[in-house]
């Protein structure tokens, strides 16, 4: 058997996949994306038309930087595409007064000079009267929030990349990988290939291929709602922002009417089931709808119709909840992007670049140590 080789191999072609096959296509490099599912698909993370982008961040501020980066590589692949893919509706992050969520949002936009609004609940609900937000939460309105269309960019990635010279593989699975010399060999169930470096963008998957973060890569199972709205001309992309909340009921996060009929909402670690993402329950029950109709109910009620679509998507989620990504101790030609932990799909255009830098130079320009490897070692 001939072995193909290549300079880089990329294994997962979703989000950060595509993008990263992209980048490195584009730096000149023979590369492979290998897709165990379809290209794009919904067995992952990155299905459901689109995904929450917003430039004030509470989880750490120090993730503005790379935001800023991502939007502008989001504007890049946009004029390649020939498509937009980004939509500002603004954002609104909300909670009670005091809580992380709004104080880290609003710490984020102080340090790193973002512009933004603070609204208490009475300004809220009446400039965005889709919300019913309760006395006593406080938001923060940031006018370049808004969503990326999550299936297309994955598309426009990976014409982009076959554009450059990329290979894409959809509906091959690597069963194994081992080191070889400097570079790797990659075992899949049609063929094997050999490379000069390797790129894991597995998501779910990650742990079947790094078996050292099978603790710090973890699927949970997740399910979202699009509900009719009663009211549908609140609900718009041009008068409803994207919002994350925390609410006694946990925290949540939705979108406008978009692409499909229904207003998009979801629950943060919806019942805290941890999944084999081979075999995770797919199957949407009434207690996923309860749990999302808890909030919608209360804090969206004039969103809170009949159910148009229900789906179930996977988090992966590390045990602070901050990204990996890194090369892998002990094996320099291989780099790794996982555990987005449900707030990653927003970064997957600088991702790539990221991992573009790590695999050829070892090295990024980004400041990444939030999201190094060894931040976990005892």
Known sequence: MVVKHFDSIVVGVGGMGS????NLAKRGQKVLGIEKFDVPHSEGSSHGVNRIIRLAYYEDSSYVPLLRRAYEMWSEIETIAKEQLLYKTGSIDTAP????????SLQSCLEHDIPHEILNYRQINE?????????????LYQQDGGFVLSERAIVAYVNAAVTEGATIQARETVLNWEPEADGVRVFTDRSEYTADRLVITAGAWTAGMLPSLEELAVPERQVLAWLQPEEPSLFTPEVFPVFSAFFEEGRYYGFPVFGIPGFKIGRYHHLEEVADPDHVERNVTQEDEDVLRAASARYFPKANGTIMTLKTCLFTNTPDEHFIIDTVPGYPQVAVAAGFSGHGFKFASVVGEI???LSINGKTRHNIELL?????QS
């Open 372 to 376: 190094n490897i060894d931040r976990f």
């Open 97 to 104: 007064s005091g809580h992380e969520l709004f104080e880290g």
């Open 127 to 139: 400039r965005f009267p889709g919300y019913e937000m309760p006395p006593g939460h406080m938001g």
């Open 19 to 22: 993008s990263a096959v992209y």
């Open 355 to 357: 991992l573009g830098d």
